[in-house]
């Protein structure tokens, strides 16, 4: 794709602004986007393991298991792994 003279003159001339809104773009996904979906995943897979995890421990519970009841500190236990093994030390 070949760009006309005056399209490559507004780059040049805003070649700036273009740097400046990938900096700010970079700096939310590494800040604010990544961290959010890393902790929304391992809330999840925590949940999930701790759920499996209290189903092996009571499996003479069957109400609390269909409720998806888990052991707190499985929980965290599982979530701060989780944190641990994607880089954050939480």
């Known amino acids: 794709m070949k760009l006309n003279k005056s ?30 979906q890393i902790y929304s995943t391992c809330h999840k897979q925590a949940q999930e393991k701790a ?16 409720e998806g009841w888990y052991v707190k500190d499985d929980y965290e ?3 701060k792994q989780c944190l641990r093994a994607k880089g954050f030390n939480k």
């Open 51 to 66: 759920q499996s995890t209290y189903e092996k421990r009571y499996p003479y519970e069957k109400e609390k298991i269909e």
């Open 77 to 79: 236990m599982y979530y």
């Open 7 to 36: 399209m490559k003159e507004k780059i040049k001339k805003y070649w700036w602004v273009i740097i400046i809104l990938l900096i700010v773009g970079g700096t939310f996904y590494w800040f604010q986007w990544r961290p959010s």
